[in-house]
């Protein structure tokens, strides 16, 4: 039956649609932070995360990255493939910051000499454990081969939303991507937005992302746009 709740996370509903293949994703306004236990929501941003993935999916897309993305629904739904999830979440970092930092006790803000990737459980209940890149292959959630290629992807996505948003006054300082499989190719799902990305004002520092939730800094909404009004302006 279409339209039945598959999975509910934390941002976001899947639903079934006619064809085994596809889901809806539904995003909600529902803002969580240390793995779900802050929350709050936050009217407009499913909307606002909805036109931004599709955006910056399609770019990243016609960059050369096979993406789930198939069309936008309505105000808040994509259709999507449905992909075999590989559990892990994969950060790229360009400039220190958050977890990172914290973990190492140095300030936010240091550009990184090269593009840092790492991989994390997808586990809530275990605080999503960062993993080394033997950890995944031992634990069978990807091959050599897999992480190489996923890896090679991120760096492409990388490449590809700094150049859009380099353009507008953004800098991408990290962000967060999960892949699944589609009849054995490694495909990008899930997001692109200011809730899975850190994205900074370059002139003013401003921070234009979830960071403003999660350190209860307020206007998160306004960011949002923001950043919105600047990726449709060519
Ligand atoms: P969560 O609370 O699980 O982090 P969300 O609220 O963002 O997540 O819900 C989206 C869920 O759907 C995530 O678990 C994500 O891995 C999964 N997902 C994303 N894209 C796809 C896809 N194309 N096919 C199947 N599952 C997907
Ligand atoms: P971190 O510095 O907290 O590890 O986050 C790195 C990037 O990943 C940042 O852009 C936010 C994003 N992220 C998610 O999208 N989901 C998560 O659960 C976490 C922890 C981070
Ligand atoms: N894992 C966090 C949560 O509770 C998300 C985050 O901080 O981005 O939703």
Redesign the pocket.
């Known amino acids: 039956m279409a339209g039945e709740r598959r999975y509910e996370g934390k941002a976001k509903v899947m639903l079934t649609t006619e064809s085994a293949d596809r889901l809806w994703m539904r995003f909600k306004d529902d803002a969580t932070a240390l793995?779900g236990k802050k929350r709050a929501s936050i009217t407009g941003k499913g909307a606002l995360n909805t036109r931004i993935t599709a955006l910056l999916l399609g770019l990243v897309s016609a960059g050369g990255v096979p993406t789930h993305l198939r069309a936008q629904v309505d105000e808040t739904t994509l259709e999507v493939d449905a992909l075999e999830m590989m559990g892990i979440?994969v950060?790229l970092?360009n400039v220190l910051?958050?977890?990172?930092?914290?973990r190492l006790g140095r300030p936010e803000g240091q550009v990184l000499p090269f593009p840092v990737v790492?991989f994390?459980l997808k586990d809530d209940a275990l605080g999503?454990p960062m993993l080394a890149e033997d950890h995944v292959v031992a634990l069978g959630l990807a091959s050599v081969a897999e992480i190489a290629e996923i890896r090679r992807l991120t760096h492409r996505v990388n490449e590809i939303l700094e150049d859009a948003l380099v353009a507008h006054g953004i800098t991408l300082?990290?962000?967060?991507l999960e892949f699944g499989r589609r009849n054995g190719q490694i495909v990008l799902g899930d997001e692109i937005s200011p809730?899975?990305?850190?994205l900074w004002d370059t002139k003013t520092g401003e921070k234009m992302?979830?960071?403003r939730f999660r350190r209860d800094l307020g206007g998160l909404e306004e960011a949002y746009q923001e950043v919105l009004a600047r990726l449709e302006r060519s």
């Open positions: 793995d979440e950060v970092r910051a958050g977890s990172l930092a914290r790492e994390y999503d300082v990290d962000f967060k809730d899975t990305c850190r992302d979830k960071d």
